[in-house]
């Protein structure tokens, strides 16, 4: 459930203000985030790895 919660509280927040803000896609702000806060993707889905 911590990749639910992960999503929710810190994914959601930061994607949105990325798109908003930069006027970046979607798919772009999402990788981005996921790549900030650990997530790697492994063929179509995101992995976290400790940091």
């Known amino acids: 459930m911590a990749v639910i919660k992960d999503?929710?509280?810190i994914?959601?927040?930061k994607v949105?203000?990325?798109h908003e803000k930069e006027g970046?896609?979607?798919k772009?702000?999402?990788e981005?985030?996921?790549n900030e806060i650990g997530y790697v993707k492994?063929?179509?889905s995101y992995v976290k790895i400790k940091k």
Request: proline share 5%; no cysteine.
């Open 7 to 9: 999503i929710v509280e």
């Open 28 to 30: 772009e702000a999402l």
């Open 32 to 34: 981005r985030v996921f």
């Open 16 to 18: 949105q203000q990325l």
């Open 42 to 44: 492994t063929n179509n």
């Open 11 to 13: 994914i959601q927040p």
């Open 24 to 26: 970046i896609g979607i």
